[in-house]
């Protein structure tokens, strides 16, 4: 009997994916549990699990294959006396007596193992899987795998006399993009779209969270199994300012405002793929220590592509920090249906004024970006003032917590 595989349901609002790689072929057996295919939606990686025991027998969907829920990925035979046949099911037929049984049409095996798609990744590119170091399920090679191979450097050799003098070629690569990042795209234009955006700017001084968290740094660590950062600190200023301007923290339903009073922070994350926004829920309830903990654990998350859609839903206002790769200044873009965005940069030691004294500090530049269809400019630079003064005098944060 054959059972198919199916797309399950995939989360709130999330009716299609793409499949992205199998972990099995045809003729494979399978167990209940086993993980046969990684299907790419708009927020998260899934992976879709034989149900019963059997051998895989036909793959309906292949990678790269777009589907929606309830479409076959595949069927797995779970009648034991069939047996495969150049990926077909075939039933067993008696033989001729006296006449040896012939053997059954093998399926080549390749000599190196590898996943369809990291096989086809690899004729794309040129590249000879055994030179790959396999990470993936019982020793098999991935995309991934391949894609970590080109990124790494050449090996250098020694120059020849005879060295090919002609130019070098002008070479494109065409590159599907991915679901996610076309989401991330779609997002983007219609945040230009549906949005009135605005941006405003201002600096803080990062000495007094300096200075704290360098005199706390050990003991927190030690109490708590992570680095005290800084972006504790602005989450913490972020709800603070929210709660006195909430109007930042809400949304545009038709013709009517939604004030939310509770504070689930999105906190932007680097991913291969690109940022995605895990959410720190009831952040105004939530100790820093537990918010650091959080932050690290979305980091990994983020690192193996394990985010659930649970971690990306929802979220009131979002925090990004560009300062992690170098940005000193930049506009976000509002994530919709959000009305705000803080961006965060690197902290640099510049000269200021203190005191009518020149002196040196460490200093951070801020943008706030806002829809000025229901934020005025004054209530977003009143915010923004907020944040920098909350993050100035920390110790009124931790009183707050």
């Known amino acids: 009997m054959q059972t198919p595989i199916v797309v399950p349901q995939l989360g709130e609002s999330i009716l299609e994916a793409t499949v992205i790689e199998w972990f099995r072929e045809i003729g494979d057996k399978v167990s209940p549990g086993d993980a046969l295919v990684s299907l790419e939606t708009n927020k998260v990686n899934i992976e879709v699990a034989a149900e019963t025991a059997g051998t895989l027998v036909s793959i309906e969907r ?36 006296g ?57 250098k050799v020694a120059p020849q006399a ?27 234009l219609e945040a230009r779209q549906t949005t009135a955006m605005l941006s ?15 005199r706390h740094q050990e003991s927190f660590q030690a109490r708590y199994g992570v680095k005290l950062g800084i972006t504790s600190f602005f989450v ?18 038709g013709d009517d405002i939604i004030l939310k009073h509770y504070y ?22 939530t100790p820093i220590s537990a918010i650091e903990q959080q932050i690290k654990d979305f980091a990994r998350k983020a690192e193996a592509n394990r985010f659930s859609l649970e971690d990306l839903r929802g979220g009131t206002f979002t925090i990004t920090n560009g300062g992690v790769f170098g940005s000193l200044l930049s506009t976000p873009i509002l994530n919709p249906p959000q009305v705000a965005i803080l961006g965060l940069h690197g902290i640099q030691k510049r000269p200021v004024v203190v005191d009518e004294a020149i002196v040196i500090r460490p200093m ?22 907020r944040v920098k003064q909350l993050v100035e005098q920390p110790e009124t944060l931790l009183l707050e917590a």
């Open 200 to 214: 405003t700017f201002n600096e803080v001084d990062m000495s007094a969270v300096t200075e704290l968290r360098r």
């Open 99 to 155: 006449q040896p049984e012939a053997p059954p049409a093998a399926r080549a095996e390749p000599s190196v193992a590898a996943t369809p798609l990291a096989r086809r990744v690899a004729d794309d590119l040129g590249v000879d899987l055994s030179r790959v170091s396999a990470t993936g399920p019982s020793g098999r090679a991935t995309r991934g795998d391949v894609e970590a191979f080109v990124r790494r450097p050449p090996a």
């Open 62 to 97: 292949p990678a790269g294959r777009d589907v929606r829920v309830g479409d076959v990925l595949a069927l797995v035979e779970t009648e034991a006396h069939d047996r495969v046949v150049a990926g077909a099911i075939q039933p067993a037929a008696s033989q001729p007596a």
């Open 264 to 285: 689930d922070i999105g906190v932007a994350v680097s991913s291969a793929e690109g940022l995605v926004v895990p959410v720190l829920r009831d952040a105004d309830r």
């Open 162 to 188: 005879s060295a090919d003098l002609s130019p070098s070629s002008r070479t494109e690569e065409r590159v599907k993009m991915s679901r996610r990042r076309r989401t991330i795209a779609q997002r983007l």
């Open 364 to 385: 951070m530049y801020l943008a706030l970006s806002y829809d000025h269809q229901i934020v005025d400019g004054m209530e977003a630079v009143q915010f923004l003032a």
């Open 236 to 253: 913490k200023a972020a709800v603070s300012a929210l709660r006195a301007f909430p109007r930042l923290n809400a949304e545009i339903r």
